[in-house]
């Protein structure tokens, strides 16, 4: 075993709060896992990188993408139109685009033709920038709901599951998991971006929702929900889903249900947030429409979910417009400190060691303590003192203790 001592870093590990002078910590260079930590001189290693002061922080999580997307591409073209390669063209620039700006895992939760998953099992075989992925594949969605596209679609378009019964359910999820999906994604109620349906009108019946759960926990794998209107986040949360995604109008009660029952909100607010403060005009009428009309409120319910101490992890719907992977995920941090009330220390926790719980990997990412992968940043200002820290481009960023960025 040959090892890697980092020294000299303001060193938040994820676990403990703050970032803490004079700190130190050693990576095993073959398993690329930190060692052990501590304060003022380091041990012996094999090579010493000194930080200078620095501030050196877990790799943080997006845990809401679409990698298939592209962020700036819509209003040019029907997604449905799009092939296979271009989405994996998009999908290789997003994913270069997360780890350079920080993000060192995602959970993907809905790619057309399943590439996250391809590109998460490509990731083992070829060396390019990513960070690591836990993939859905395609979501699952009622027929004319959120992801069953109005648009015009090409001959062999793989959008969504189509899935309109408890027993077509049923067979989409265990197809899901054959396919290798690490978690099941259901649009659970409509949303902005589509063109036939509303944030409040409800899409699953409970009966196909709870037979979605009951596939997954069956498997130990998790369920993901879109779930923007108030009756379909209680919809939802009674069928048992592990994560609520963007749950706009969402209600104290509920709030108080999650907290008990540890599941997670995803707030997703630069999702909304972009295509609010958009000037282009060059998206749909419709997706401005709904945007507009539910965004105070969106960011009223989060500010009761934060000072409720709702479990939160970051995710950023990273892949809907003018919402990229890295100066997205930057927004999204700001977003939740100065719209939504959040402290900058509550913040870095969503966007490590909650996201890593929410995607069920904590035995390896999320912290810095012994044991988990070095997966880590480097940036000049403590992001505790101002979350525009993380903004920095040209931070340094580590996956598995080699250096990436
Ligand atoms: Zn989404």
Redesign the pocket.
């Known amino acids: 075993m040959t090892t890697t001592a980092y020294t000299n870093a303001h060193f938040f590990d994820g676990e403990h709060e703050g970032f803490t002078p004079d700190s130190w910590f050693t990576v095993d260079n073959e398993t690329g896992r930190v060692t052990a930590s501590g304060i003022g001189k380091a041990p012996a290693a094999d090579a010493t990188v000194d930080f200078g002061g620095q501030y050196v922080m877990p790799g943080m999580i997006n845990c809401?993408t679409?990698m298939a997307s592209d962020p700036n591409g819509y209003g040019i073209r029907p997604m449905g139109e799009r092939s296979e390669t271009e989405n994996s063209f998009n999908a290789q620039r997003n994913l270069r685009d997360a780890i350079k700006g920080g993000v060192t895992y995602i959970r993907d939760?809905?790619s057309t033709y399943d590439i996250d998953i391809k590109m998460r099992d490509m990731r083992s075989k070829y060396d390019f920038p990513a960070p690591g992925i836990a993939a859905s594949g395609r979501a699952m969605s009622v027929t004319g709901g959120h992801s069953d596209t109005h648009e015009p679609r090409s001959a062999d378009f793989r959008g969504a599951y189509i899935v309109d019964s408890p027993d077509e359910m049923r067979k989409a999820a265990r197809q899901a998991f054959k396919n290798g999906a690490d978690q099941i994604k259901v649009m659970a109620t409509g949303g902005v971006m589509s063109v036939g349906d509303d944030p409040n009108e409800i899409a699953f019946t409970p009966e196909e929702l709870r037979e979605a759960v009951r596939e997954a926990h069956y498997r130990f794998k998790k369920v993901a929900a879109?779930a923007q209107g108030n009756a379909g986040i209680q919809v939802a949360l009674e069928a048992g889903v592990d994560s609520i995604?963007h749950g706009i109008y969402m209600d104290e009660k509920q709030a108080d249900f999650m907290i008990e029952h540890h599941v997670y909100l995803v707030p997703?607010l630069n999702?909304v947030e972009a295509i609010v403060a958009d000037q282009t005009d060059r998206l749909p009428a419709h997706m401005y429409r709904k945007a507009r009309a539910f965004s105070e409120a969106f960011y009223d319910n989060m500010r009761m979910a934060v000072r409720k101490h709702v479990p939160i992890a970051t995710g950023t719907?990273a892949g809907?417009p003018f919402n990229d992977f890295k100066s997205g995920y930057w927004s999204e941090l700001d977003l939740m400190v100065n719209r939504i009330g959040a402290t900058t220390q509550e913040t870095l926790f969503a966007a490590t060691k909650n996201g890593a719980d929410l995607i069920g990997i904590s035995d390896d990412y999320g912290t810095m303590t012994p044991g988990k992968f070095a997966d880590f940043i480097v940036m000049t200002d403590s992001p505790i003192e101002d979350i525009h820290a993380v903004q920095q481009e040209d931070k340094q960023v580590y996956q598995h203790g080699k250096r990436v960025y």
């Open positions: 809401h679409h939760v809905g879109h995604e997703t999702a719907d809907t």
